[in-house]
Structures are given as C-alpha cells and as structure tokens.
C-alpha cells in the first residue's frame, strides 16, 4: 500500500481506503510484509497485523470455513518470527480471542473493543513485544 520511502498522499490514502478485506487474506499480507522489512535496515523489526476471522474466509477447499485462513496466518506468523520480525496482532473484533489464541502466543495479540483507543494502547502494545523477545 505505501513503501516506507513514500509520503502519505492521497494516492496512498486510496490505496489504503481501497483495500476490500476479503480480497486480501492475511497469510498473503504478512508474506509481503517479510519482504518489505527485510529491505529495512533496523535492529528491531515489529509487523503489525490487524485480525478479523472474516478476512480469512473465501480461500481454500471450503470457501466458508475459516480453518484455511486461520492455519495458513499461524504459518505466515511463524515465517515472519523466522525471518526476525516480531508480529503483533491488532483486532477490534471482540471475538478475537477465539482465533488468535489459536494463531499465536497471548503476549504477541491485543482485542481492543474500542479504535479510538489505539493511541492509548500503543505504549501497552510496545511493551508487551519488548517483554516478548
């Protein structure tokens, strides 16, 4: 959507706005995300990754089963930990809980039931990815 060289602008903010969730499974978007921080010189690399279970239906044999997409995220977390970036999951959905805990660790997800709370918890969210490693 924007490399890390590209200023916000409203060509980014399209591309941002135009993202159809469905579309864009999230094992896909960590894959990407490896490759996109591994050209980042820094000792400490953080994907962040935002969770729904919706995003990970419409792929795989059983097109309404979430199974496919919750297995092959486990496997894209565990590619992005591999390649020596910290993931860390972000949901508002307040049934996140029942499919991160099975993607990965309780330290490396947070459920925040409210967006405009995100400013707040980001400090929390830091933390909580220090004490990870």
């Known amino acids: 959507m924007k490399s890390f060289a590209e200023p916000l602008s409203s060509a ?3 591309r941002i706005g135009g993202i159809n969730q469905a579309q864009h499974p999230h094992g896909h978007a960590l894959r990407h995300s ?5 050209a980042v010189n820094s000792a400490r690399s953080t994907s962040s990754c935002s969770a729904t279970a919706s995003q990970d239906f419409d792929y795989g044999q059983d097109r309404r089963s979430n199974v496919y997409g919750i297995r092959d995220t486990t496997i894209a977390l565990r ?4 390649a020596g970036i910290t993931p860390f999951c972000i949901t508002v959905d307040r049934a996140g809980h029942d499919y991160l805990r099975q993607m990965c660790a309780a330290s ?12 707040k918890e ?12």
């Open 34 to 38: 490896i490759e996109k921080m591994n």
């Open 122 to 133: 980001l400090p929390k969210i830091y933390q909580r990815v220090v004490r990870a490693d």
């Open 12 to 14: 980014v903010k399209g």
């Open 108 to 119: 490396r997800y947070m459920v925040i039931e409210d967006i405009t709370t995100l400013p």
């Open 79 to 82: 590619e992005t930990e591999a």
